[in-house]
Nanobody, 116 residues
Framework: QVHLVESGGGEVQPGGSLRLSCAAS????????MGWYRQPPGKQRELIAT???????DYADSAKGRFAISADNAKNTVYLQMNSLKASDTAVYYC??????????WGQGTQVTVSS
């Protein structure tokens, strides 16, 4: 089994920053991709950013230029630095790990609220 523990969520004013972290443990040999999804209130879960085992990153259009994903492979941890936050970024953010080609895991989620 894979266990993902997220941290770093909270409430911030528009224009502020937050850094999310997600530590993976358990049967995590062969991690191919780590990333972040989010689910805004009343909407479907959407992919925000990914980083693969070769450190290649990919971002949703809504995250480009404001968010940065990184990973510490030695700690099996993935980070999401979020800058210039907007009210529309309010959501539950879920850590994501893919092992091999088809084993997908999500964390429990951490709430991010952007409000003045």
């Amino acid at each position: 089994q894979v266990h993902l523990v997220e941290s770093g969520g909270g409430e911030v004013q528009p224009g502020g920053s937050l850094r999310l972290s997600c530590a993976a443990s358990g049967s995590i040999s062969g991690i191919a991709v780590m990333g972040w999804y989010r689910q805004p209130p009343g909407k479907q879960r959407e992919l925000i950013a990914t980083i693969n085992s070769g450190a290649k990153t990919d971002y949703a259009d809504s995250a480009k230029g404001r968010f940065a994903i990184s990973a510490d492979n030695a700690k099996n941890t993935v980070y999401l630095q979020m800058n210039s936050l907007k009210a529309s970024d309010t959501a539950v953010y879920y850590c994501y790990v893919r092992i091999g080609h088809d084993q997908n895991y999500w964390g429990q989620g951490t709430q991010v609220t952007v409000s003045s």
